[in-house]
């Protein structure tokens, strides 16, 4: 798993992490039982502190992104039960913010669709 990190960014590494895997698994890159790197090693080899991948993993937890024993590690699941609230809120807001800039429902869609598709957005 190729991890790009930003140690410039506003966003926290822990959350860029969270969000890396989610896209991943998303991607079809991760799959369902796949099994993720320990704490440790995935602290060394994006050069961060165990404490912070740490809380990656146990946001991705508490999400329903992965599974954790002690036994077998960290594991790729998908959470049930739909989108949860507050990322239909963080929807709503991005769509809101795309239409202060200018976009017109239809441009939303077509830009909704190549994103889902993984095609980069034009700039």
């Given at each position: ?64 992104y ?6 077998g ?19 709503r ?31």
């Amino acid at each position: 798993m190729l991890l790009r990190l930003d140690f410039n960014s506003d966003i926290p590494i822990y959350q860029q992490l969270r969000n890396q895997i989610v896209s991943a698994v998303a991607a079809g890159e991760l799959r369902p039982g796949e099994r993720l790197p320990t704490v440790r090693a995935l602290a060394e080899e994006c050069g961060i502190n165990m404490m912070t991948a740490s809380k990656a993993y146990q946001l991705l937890k508490a999400e329903g992104y992965v599974a954790a024993n002690r036994r077998g590690g960290v594991m790729v699941r998908l959470p049930a039960g739909g989108a949860a609230p507050e990322t239909l809120e963080g929807l709503r807001l991005r769509l809101c913010e795309l239409r202060l800039a200018g976009l017109s429902r239809e441009e939303i869609l077509k830009l909704c669709g190549r994103l889902y598709d993984g095609e980069e957005a034009e700039r």
